[in-house]
DNA sequence: CCATAACCGGATACAGCATATCCGTTTCAT
DNA sequence: ATGAAACGGATATGCTGTATCCGGTTATGG
């Protein structure tokens, strides 16, 4: 799509294959940055990454121009991979649990990548790869609340523009300070979900303690 | 308290009291400070808060060693403001409309100050007067919640734990790019609060659009 | 009105940081 | 073996916010 190569296996078509110790290092700085990121956030520098790498500065930025690049590359996969989540909920028969599941599992992924999360709260860039799949994990959600919706199992006034928020809302709960690997999260997740109910509703609370 | 003289209005006992001139500059800088920190958050610069009062940076590094003298002084009175605002809810008989009515005022503060959100969610320099102030406020709230609770009035699970996550993800939803001076808030705090409640209950949710 | 101590203004030195480059060295491929 | 490709990481660069310094100004008491 873009000018970078795509995160799988070997070089694309029209230009040159990379020699081999040199596909081998975009794999691991891919690798890299993916973790990186999920630990440090966005802010992570390249430099972080060529370390965790195990590999020189100016390799990474032989592959990717800059950050930008390799966050796009890197956050494109997994923006992806929730798009596919919401694909397979669409899937199942309730949509209300199908609602709630893909919230849930979608939100327990970014609970451990804190890049991810500071994604969502920004924005990307319009025109590149990684605002399409943004668009498309948008428009899944639309379809799920939708059909939760036509099954009367939604709340009165709630919409596909409460998705955000509420997820805004837990990343909130995930950024807390001190509970980082915790599953506090659920426990509000959990409280907004049957306030999303058409039929008042409460399920037994998460503990505020471990998971 | 500490070592800056309180927001009040005359220099304190001790110290010889200033310049009239110097006196008056004091007061506009804690303004100013109070202005630009609620305008443009915590990382507004002392230079920016000396502008914004007509002043020049000497003037203001004179009176306030740095940022950090600067803001304590300005978000001390103000957190000391809402802990006020619990104190009157406290007073009120039913416990949940207190606290209810308390979130939705303390938060409606909030919601004009972005250097006081920043504030909940960093945490204060212990020892600082600021510090005591948060504390005051969050014992204010454990009492809050425990009149509600006596009254049987809080879902099973409930506690004060619960009040620090809710402000945070209501925080959440105002730092949301696009809706700031929105009443958006309002409507997933009304989701939070029938979920707090003993008996499931749905209110009307306040819209989408404007408040 | 004068003397002088207190005060003001804002240009600028400083420090920290992330970004990105450059080029001598090493590795691959034939 | 030998040239092309790739590597490494020290370092130049640019930017931002913090805080100081000192010549000029203003208040105040005699």
Same mark, same amino acid.
């Given at each position: 799509?873009?000018?970078?190569?795509?995160?799988?296996?070997?070089?694309?078509?029209?230009?040159?294959?990379?020699?081999?110790?040199?596909?081998?290092?975009?794999?691991?700085?891919?690798?890299?940055?993916?973790?990186?990121?999920?630990?440090?956030?966005?802010?992570?520098?390249?430099?972080?990454?060529?370390?965790?790498?195990?590999?020189?500065?100016?390799?990474?930025?032989?592959?990717?121009?800059?950050?930008? #690049? +390799?966050?796009?590359? $890197?956050?494109?996969?997994?923006?992806?991979? *929730? @798009? %596919? &989540?919401?694909?397979?909920?669409? /899937?199942?028969?309730?949509?209300?649990?199908?609602?709630?599941?893909?919230?849930?599992?979608?939100?327990?992924?970014?609970?451990?990548?804190?890049?991810?999360?500071?994604?969502?709260?920004?924005?990307?860039?319009?025109?590149?790869?990684?605002?399409?799949?943004?668009?498309?994990?948008?428009?899944?959600?639309?379809?799920?609340?939708?059909?939760?919706?036509?099954?009367? #199992? +939604?709340?009165?006034? $709630?919409?596909?523009?409460?998705?955000?928020? *509420? @997820? %805004? &809302?837990?990343?909130?709960?995930? /950024?807390?300070?001190?509970?980082?690997?915790?599953?506090?999260?659920?426990?509000?997740?959990?409280?907004?979900?049957?306030?999303?109910?058409?039929?008042?509703?409460?399920?037994?609370?998460?503990?505020?303690?471990?998971?």
């Amino acid at each position: 799509m873009g000018g970078q190569r795509e995160g799988g296996e070997p070089a694309a078509a029209g230009a040159r294959p990379l020699r081999r110790d040199a596909e081998l290092n975009r794999q691991r700085i891919l690798r890299a940055g993916r973790e990186v990121f999920a630990a440090r956030g966005l802010q992570a520098t390249l430099n972080d990454v060529a370390h965790h790498a195990g590999l020189g500065v100016g390799t990474v930025y032989r592959k990717f121009p800059d950050k930008r #690049a +390799l966050a796009e590359a $890197v956050f494109t996969e997994e923006l992806d991979e *929730i @798009a %596919a &989540m919401a694909r397979k909920a669409l /899937a199942e028969d309730d949509g209300f649990a199908a609602l709630a599941g893909f919230l849930e599992r979608a939100l327990g992924l970014a609970a451990h990548n804190r890049g991810l999360r500071e994604l969502m709260r920004r924005g990307a860039v319009e025109g590149t790869g990684l605002a399409r799949a943004r668009r498309q994990v948008a428009s899944h959600c639309e379809a799920l609340v939708a059909r939760a919706r036509a099954q009367g #199992a +939604l709340r009165d006034g $709630v919409t596909e523009t409460d998705i955000a928020p *509420i @997820a %805004a &809302m837990i990343d909130a709960v995930m /950024a807390l300070p001190g509970e980082r690997p915790s599953g506090l999260w659920r426990r509000y997740l959990a409280i907004i979900l049957d306030g999303l109910r058409a039929q008042p509703c409460q399920t037994p609370l998460p503990s505020p303690g471990r998971t």
